[in-house]
């Protein structure tokens, strides 16, 4: 898949959004962003797609009754740039199974630690106090579990600090490199989800999450 399209989901700063603009200008991800969508018309991830020319949209999620309303608004905004992959970057809504079900296998998100270990929020806090030498970053396939999904790569360091600060300014690191390369393999068809199966140049990867603690 040649030029291929893909939509960023954010709610906020955006670095991730920000390195996947420079990797496509450096023809390091052989695509396009076709759309940047928030739910937040705050979030500073919007002024950075608009100053790199990507179309954006503000879905409001206050403004709807239930999840489905607001991902059913949010398949109808996407029909109209036909994305071949959504990349959910730092997007602070769960997803709805209805919506996972419309974008089955054209779903990533990035997480920031090694999963299975520590889902949902406030990971580099957690880490910290468990004590844990090794942290890191997930990225996988969405299914309707939370932070669950079968897991395309992962990427970690060894802890140094004791600052939340510090150790999310380096995960943050290894995420801006890690993103933009999994966002290419999937683009040039060498990654693919099949059933709960991840398949990496047709062969059935398998990572179970590390736990190098
Ligand atoms: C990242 O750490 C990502 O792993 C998590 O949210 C954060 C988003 O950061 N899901 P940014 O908005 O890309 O700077």
């Not at 962003?33 to 739910?39: A, D, M, R, T, Y």
């Not at 970057?89 to 630690?113: C, D, E, Q, T």
């Not at 395309?152 to 999310?168: D, F, P, R």
């Amino acid at each position: 898949m040649t030029d291929f399209l893909f939509a960023v989901f954010i709610s906020g700063n955006g670095s991730n959004l920000q390195a996947m603009i420079n990797a496509v200008k450096e023809k390091k991800v052989s695509g396009k962003i076709c759309c940047v969508l928030s739910n937040n018309e705050e979030a500073y991830g919007l002024i950075r797609a608009k100053k790199a020319g990507i179309p954006t949209e503000v879905i409001n999620n206050d403004d709807f009754d239930n999840r489905e309303d607001f991902d059913n608004e949010m398949i109808k905004v996407l029909a109209k740039y036909e994305p071949d992959l959504i990349v959910l970057a730092g997007f602070m809504r769960i997803l709805s199974p209805l919506f996972v079900k419309v974008y089955n296998g054209k779903l990533l998100n990035i997480h920031p630690s090694l999963l299975p270990k520590y889902p949902g929020l406030n990971t580099h806090e957690r880490v910290l106090e468990s004590s844990d030498k090794v942290h890191g970053i997930t990225i996988h396939f969405v299914d309707d579990s939370i932070d669950g999904g079968p897991i395309c790569a992962q990427s970690s360091l060894k802890i140094n600090t004791s600052s939340v600060v510090e150790l999310e300014d380096q995960i943050h690191k290894l995420e801006h490199e890690l993103y933009p390369k999994v966002i290419n393999w999937f683009g040039e068809g060498l990654l693919k989800l099949s059933g709960d199966k991840v398949y990496f140049d047709g062969k059935e990867l398998i990572i179970k999450g590390k736990d190098e603690n």
